[in-house]
């Protein structure tokens, strides 16, 4: 290419270039080093409680406080408050006075999996099984057949809470069992939806029987006795228990370059850890006050007292606003929110339903979603330009590699975040998050260094004046 051409051609069109094209060593070493907390982090939420439990813990590491109503708060304090155990919700209090607005971001901590129905229990052809119901947009084939822990609590009637964690490190895993290829010749002819129907995802206890031959259910007996060992729990408990069948796998570099991270729980973690490393890595004080909002329920549509539509964030918000002297709507209409969650990453294998000059690339950092929605943006929360253009800003002051895309082509399908419910708050918001290869699946893939950018922009929107 000429000079000339080049120069021109630089001058108005669009140059994307790959992430690892633009970053430095050190910063590399810096994605590398976050990454591996990113991991451990992974490894110790499974789920939505323990992802709770593990921000809390960080949280108080790096000077953050429980929130208590009425407490007075300057600038540079940290405090946190959970929403029953699910959610959190952090804030590092700035310069300016909360009448400015805040600087937010909204992602969430659950993320799909097979929840215990109220009676799990049950023993056929002397075999132990627990029932599931699942919890949020699984693809089902892809649960049958690997190996799955169970985590969650058993609430029982005199209020203590029981912590279950089983099939951890060297201990015994669960399975669904799926048909053999020999006998699979109907199976395989129906569509992959439908295959493993979903009162089929059933999990596979025990079959080693105690007592008398000739006795019936000896087999459930003997894993409800397991349990009541190990928890001094009863069937009679599962009533009032919250158990998620999650993978077993624990998360790990993929690729022989080590580039990518492979792990259940990715959708979206990845974004609420980035989000959540950059609040507690602030190290001045920022201009408005920053806000971390972990959220529950987002895979089923976050309805629910610990979901994004919940008033419980409005009650922090009021709350931190109240200490200020400021009304709520004077911060909501002022504030900003990045919705971080996950959008597609581009797979070339299934190349057909993307459109691959609007979809997200592997390394290309920090994927930004003007808009969510299916099919015309349905159910979408549509940001405005002036919106976008101030994230570009604030993206590019900081030297954040991100992208712009949308999730498939037009008619293929499509999502939605947690965006609209913090614009229907009168909030501006844009949403961005890691682009996911395999999304929802039990492992799903992530760049490590789109991982990083996502805790860069995240870290850039808090700072923003
Ligand atoms: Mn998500
Ligand atoms: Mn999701």
Avoid at 56 to 63: F, H, I
Wanted: hydrophobic share 40%.
């Amino acid at each position: 290419m000429s000079e000339e051409m080049k120069s021109r051609k630089e001058k108005v069109l669009c140059t994307a270039k790959n992430g690892y094209d633009r970053m430095d060593a050190s910063e590399m070493q810096a994605m590398e080093e976050y990454c591996r907390v990113y991991k451990d982090f992974l490894n110790n939420g499974k789920t939505e409680r323990l992802c709770a439990r593990e921000a809390v813990k960080l949280a108080e590491a790096k000077g953050f406080v429980p929130y208590r109503r009425g407490m007075a708060l300057k600038a540079g304090d940290k405090v946190y408050t959970v929403n029953r155990g699910k959610g959190v919700m952090l804030a590092v209090i700035g310069r300016k006075s909360l009448a400015e607005g805040c600087q937010i971001t909204a992602s969430h901590i659950d993320s799909p999996r097979l929840d215990l129905k109220p009676t799990p229990l049950y023993e056929d052809s002397e075999m132990a099984y627990f029932k599931t119901h699942y919890y949020g947009c699984i693809r089902k084939y892809q649960w049958v057949t690997i190996p799955l822990e169970l985590r969650g609590v058993v609430a029982l009637k005199d209020g203590t809470v029981v912590d279950v964690a089983l099939g951890e490190g060297d201990e015994p895993k669960f399975v669904i069992t799926d048909l053999l290829p020999h006998l699979g010749g109907e199976q395989g002819k129906k569509p992959l939806n439908e295959a493993i129907p979903g009162e089929s995802l059933n999990i596979l206890l025990g079959s080693r029987p105690v007592g008398e031959c000739g006795e019936s259910d000896r087999v459930k007996l003997h894993v409800m006795e397991k349990l009541n060992e190990k928890y001094g729990i009863t069937e009679a408990d599962f009533t009032s228990a919250e158990l998620e069948v999650v993978p077993a796998a624990m998360a790990t570099d993929i690729g022989l370059d080590a580039s990518l991270i492979g792990s259940y729980g990715h959708d979206d973690r990845v974004c609420g850890f980035a989000a959540l490393k950059a609040l507690l890595d602030l190290d001045t004080v920022p201009a408005k006050t920053a806000v971390c909002m972990l959220a529950d329920k987002e895979e089923v549509g976050s309805m629910g007292v610990t979901g994004m539509q919940s008033a419980a964030f409005d009650t922090f918000m009021e709350d931190l606003c109240e200490s200020q002297g400021v009304a709520l709507r004077v911060c909501y209409e002022k504030a900003f929110c990045l919705s971080t969650d996950v959008t597609a990453a581009f797979d070339p294998a299934f190349a057909d339903v993307y459109e691959k000059r609007n979809s997200a690339l592997v390394n290309y950092g920090i994927g930004l979603c003007k808009y969510t929605g299916a099919r015309g943006k349905g159910g979408s929360s549509d940001a405005n330009a002036e919106t976008v253009a101030y994230v570009r800003r604030v993206m590019d002051d900081k030297n954040v590699i991100w992208q712009i895309a949308e999730l498939g082509k037009v008619d293929a399908g499509g999502g939605g975040t947690v965006a609209q419910y913090m614009a229907n708050r009168n909030i501006t918001t844009l949403d961005a998050g890691v682009p996911v290869l395999s999304m929802h699946a039990p492992f799903e893939v992530v760049s490590k260094l789109d991982c990083y950018m996502t805790y860069k922009g995240c870290k850039a929107i808090y700072e923003a004046e």
